[in-house]
């Protein structure tokens, strides 16, 4: 790990202020993914400016939303009261997710911003277009049993490790980002990006923004909603494939659907066709079984990950069996 400058932070201002002073500065707050990289090499910031004592932690009912600070741990959220009766299906990403001592640092806005876990990523020796854009992929024709069956590209076919983000997504949250001239909005489906040909962006945050909040509008989905996770052991690995789902019911009949994966993109990836297809259906395994067809549409394996062709509408299935309580 290089020498680094550090700065404490005690405002939201001050923070994007000194982050503008500064190309080479990075924000840190919990640092259970940052600190990793520095250590790796990966990344190696001059300065980093701590946010931890910026107020940013509110977990808070608004008019037709909940807003959750971007600072807020992990932990908190999902033990949070108004969280487990209304967005059960955040509190069970975020318990899915990493350890209960890393829960109890990580916040919510690092953990959007956290980075890929592909070894390639983290192997300085090896090929990697993220990390260092040009070098090629290695995870391309290597080991690429984690790796992504759904808007990959011939740059980049890692996959975002995030339980929290999966949710999110399902749930229609809004990132909020606060620059100098003030705030603005981003769907959280629209947050993360693709590989695409640069692979090495992750998000579309513009230098000189800090994230301050994410907001998850007021839905009919709490007492259907579930995140169900497939992984090698039972604690801290992260998903081969996970399905955030959330049905809005009227005795059999589904209302509406929302539905999300991780462990299979880029990016959180949100079923928006199944969803659309289970609109006004009956909550039947058949109907269950064609919506994961449609789900699975383009998704392409790279060798050691094809298990996932199956795997994933397996558990889009499973998933949907057991929130609707078919299972």
Request: glycine content about 8%; aromatic content about 6%.
């Amino acid at each position: 790990m290089i020498n680094f400058d550090y700065v404490k932070a005690s405002s939201q201002k001050a923070a994007i202020d000194a982050l503008n002073k500064d190309a080479s500065s990075q924000f840190i707050a919990g640092g259970t993914n940052l600190v990793d990289l520095m250590k790796r090499g990966v990344t190696a910031p001059q300065k980093l400016i701590d946010i931890t004592t910026v107020p940013l932690k509110n977990i808070e009912q608004q008019k037709g939303s909940i807003r959750i600070g971007a600072l807020a741990l992990n932990s908190a959220v999902a033990e949070h009261e108004l969280i487990l009766k209304k967005l059960p299906l955040l509190s069970q990403a975020l318990s899915a997710g990493a350890s209960p001592q890393l829960r109890n640092m990580a916040t919510v806005g690092g953990n959007m911003m956290q980075r890929t876990r592909c070894s390639y990523f983290y192997d300085l020796t090896m090929p990697c277009n993220k990390r260092q854009p040009g070098t090629g992929c290695g995870a391309l024709k290597g080991y690429n049993r984690m790796h992504a069956i759904f808007g990959a590209s011939d740059k980049c076919i890692a996959v975002h490790p995030s339980d929290m983000c999966v949710a999110l997504a399902a749930l229609d949250a809004t990132v909020v980002i606060s620059n100098n001239k003030g705030d603005r909005r981003i769907p959280f489906v629209d947050f993360h990006r693709l590989p695409g040909n640069t692979p090495e962006k992750d998000n579309n945050l513009q230098r000189g923004e800090m994230i301050t909040a994410v907001e998850i509008p007021d839905n009919n989905f709490s007492k259907n909603s579930l995140y169900m996770k497939i992984r090698d052991r039972a604690s801290y690995a992260f998903a081969l494939v996970s399905v955030a789902a959330a049905l809005d019911m009227k005795g059999n009949t589904i209302q509406n659907a929302r539905l999300a994966m991780g462990g299979v993109a880029h990016k959180p990836w949100r079923l928006t066709v199944a969803e659309n297809f289970l609109k006004g259906k009956a909550a039947s395994i058949e109907n269950f079984k064609q919506a994961a067809v449609l789900a699975m549409k383009d998704a392409k394996g790279y060798g050691y990950n094809n298990f996932k062709l199956k795997l994933a509408p397996n558990t889009i299935v499973e998933t949907l069996k057991t929130v609707s309580g078919q299972g």
